[in-house]
């Protein structure tokens, strides 16, 4: 009896590790977006998921959680489980903006970043048939009606909204400004004419531009995107706005960190793909890929630059 017992637990403590080291993922994933359904960072989110998807061998659930600038999917993402189950889609600034602004249920320590993968400009849209033919229009309406032309961002704190804040310091104008849940509320509003100014990513307007729909004003990267060369710059009008967004993958803080760089390499392994990088073309995404180090010091630097701006110029409403 007693050396059975003894065989029996010795089987059992040489069966422990094997359990402990099972290969992840076992069962589907969820990757939670902060944003609604139907804008840029859904389709680069939905898109990055199936390949990924390939990689681990395992479904990717999608699922949208908008509003409070990115609060509400941000925080259900940071109370997950960090096993490597629930993923997020992760967006620059809102990600860094949204603690620095008010008392947020989450910050950046509250998530290990996997990896990014897009780096999209920002750009202000109006309609194709707006008496607005340039920036320096626009500013001369607004000099002419302070605080009486609308124009739309995916929240307070977004990068959309900062460009415009900046904007309109510089350029000594009041606009009026209209937060969304997403960039697809925000286009819609501006083809509905609800909106005069939609003030989204590059990449989120421009194939209403190239349907004839709208028209950019000005792109807001460091230099003319090489897709939009035909786009001056706010630098190049006379203004220092630089703004975009980041857009990545992250876990909760704590997930292991092998299933992190599992993680990470199952999102550069469908970054590489072929039939990825043509639909990062079709979606006009502008692709930068940052591994889980490189991602968080990256976040860290942009945190603060966002303090810094805050102590200066705080951007509540």
């Known amino acids: ?22 290969p ?20 680069a989110a939905r898109t990055l998921a199936r390949f990924m998807e390939k990689d681990l061998g395992q479904p990717i659930v999608v699922v949208n959680r908008p509003g409070a600038g990115g609060e509400i999917g941000w925080s259900e993402l940071a109370r997950a489980r960090p096993d490597g189950y629930t993923i997020g889609f992760t967006n620059t600034p809102g990600l860094l903006t949204v603690p620095i602004e008010r008392q947020a249920r989450f910050r950046l320590e509250d998530f ?10 920002g750009g202000i849209w109006v309609l194709a048939d707006s008496p607005y033919r340039s920036l320096a229009d626009l500013l001369a309406a607004a000099r002419k009606a302070p605080g009486t032309i609308g124009y739309g961002t995916t929240g307070i704190g977004s990068d959309d909204h900062l460009a415009m804040l900046a904007l309109e310091r510089q350029a000594g104008v009041q606009f009026l400004h209209i937060p969304f849940a997403g960039s697809s509320q925000v286009r819609t509003a501006l083809l509905s004419k609800t909106l005069a100014v939609a003030v989204v990513n590059m990449a989120e ?10 028209r950019p004003l000005a792109q807001l990267g460091p230099q003319r995107w090489e897709v939009t060369p035909e786009v001056p710059t706010a630098k190049e009008l006379g203004f220092e706005v630089v703004e975009g967004s980041m857009r990545g993958v992250a876990a909760p803080a704590g997930v292991p960190r092998p ?59």
């Open 1 to 22: 009896m007693r050396r059975s017992f003894l065989a029996l637990a010795l089987a059992g403590l040489l069966a422990a590790p094997a359990a402990a080291q099972a």
């Open 24 to 43: 992840y993922p076992e069962r589907p994933i969820t990757m939670i977006i902060a944003y609604a359904a139907g804008g840029g960072t859904d389709a």
């Open 112 to 121: 290990a970043p996997i990896a990014n993968i897009v780096d999209d400009p």
């Open 205 to 214: 307007g421009i194939t209403d531009w190239r349907q004839g729909l709208v």
């Open 259 to 317: 299933v992190l760089d599992r993680l990470a390499q199952a999102v550069r392994r469908a970054v590489e793909e072929p039939e990825f990088q043509k639909a990062a073309v079709q979606q006009n995404l502008p692709l930068r890929f940052l591994g889980p180090d490189e991602y968080r010091a990256e976040l860290l630097a942009l945190r603060a630059q966002y303090e810094k701006l805050w102590a200066a110029h705080p951007w509540r409403e």
